[in-house]
């Protein structure tokens, strides 16, 4: 059985360029502590966008450029690369269908027993990408480190993690 942990959107953009809160600067050391002490495999997924955001339908109901391709605010947070034991997974959409894909083919080799969510932002990626898992390993435990979470405002945090509460996913440090 194994466990794998994904860092969700750990982007410089997050945490403290474009879209960075006060909150995502705070979660930096405990995801850095997190993913020091977590035993499985470690997955990122990073935000991508192209220049043309701005014209897409995400751009054009966030009119705030981020995250665009091999800019430095869509770069991984200097205090977590060194844990990328694999390239991040690249989503050009909130939830990523090509981490539900990796993570169902990781379960035929060896059983997946849980998956824990951890990053940025909990009512935007984290909760998109934790239910798809749900959907694509509906026998693996999802779980949420609550801690290891901020979202786009604190209230929105809360929301997203009692929806996830609802959907059977297990939320640790509230």
Request: charged content about 25%.
């Amino acid at each position: 059985m194994q466990n794998i942990l994904i860092v969700v959107d750990m982007q410089n953009d997050f945490i403290d360029g474009a879209l960075g809160t006060k909150e995502a600067v705070a979660i930096v050391p405990k995801v850095k502590e997190k993913i020091e002490h977590f035993q499985g495999r470690i997955i990122f997924t990073r935000d991508t966008h192209t220049e043309n955001y701005i014209e897409t339908q995400e751009g054009k109901k966030l009119p705030v450029p981020h995250c665009i391709k091999d800019s430095d605010g869509w770069q991984i947070s200097p205090a977590l690369t060194e844990f990328c034991q694999e390239p991040p997974i690249d989503k050009v959409t909130f939830g990523s269908s090509e981490l539900g894909a990796i993570l169902q083919k990781a379960d035929q080799e060896e059983k997946v027993a849980s998956i824990t969510f951890i990053g940025l932002c909990t009512d935007i990626c984290v909760i998109s990408n934790a239910l798809l898992a749900k959907a694509f390993l509906p026998e693996a435990e999802i779980i949420v480190d609550a801690s290891c979470c901020a979202g786009v405002s604190p209230k929105s945090h809360k929301n997203a993690l009692e929806a996830m509460k609802v959907c059977q996913i297990c939320i640790e440090n509230e």
